[in-house]
């Protein structure tokens, strides 16, 4: 059974940065595209970014396309949130996902198997 813990999240301030990190168990990592998802008080989970297998496409919401930089690493079974200019309408609970798909792809739904969540506050 696969097994994401995400990490990292905690308060910052507006225009400061933050690094989520997510790691996982239980399975062969690079079998899976991983993403990240995010759900703030009231609103629906919505996508935030993707990485595809081995890495060589991302995909990310228009929302934090240039602030946001998702990577994996396949050695150590990870896979890393890069946040800057963090905006107050970017606090939310962060999710990790991981969807057995093909090579190339990044989903922005249907995901596999999901974290439990860190959150993020920005504070103005």
């Known amino acids: 059974q696969v097994q994401l813990v995400e990490s990292g999240g905690g308060l910052v301030q507006a225009g400061g940065s933050l690094r989520l990190s997510c790691t996982f168990a239980g399975g062969t990592f690079g079998r899976y595209a991983m993403g990240w998802f995010r759900q703030a008080p009231g609103k629906e989970r919505e996508f935030v970014a993707a990485v595809s297998r081995g890495g060589r496409v991302r995909n990310y919401a228009d929302s934090v396309k240039g602030r946001f930089t998702v990577f994996r690493d396949d050695d150590k079974k990870t896979v890393a949130l890069q946040m800057k200019s963090l905006k107050e309408a970017d606090t939310a609970v962060y999710y990790c996902?991981?969807?057995?798909?093909?090579?190339?792809?990044?989903?922005?739904?249907?995901?596999?198997?999901w974290g439990q969540g860190t959150q993020v506050t920005v504070s103005s």
């Open positions: 996902a991981a969807d057995d798909t093909i090579s190339g792809v990044t989903p922005t739904r249907g995901y596999d198997y």
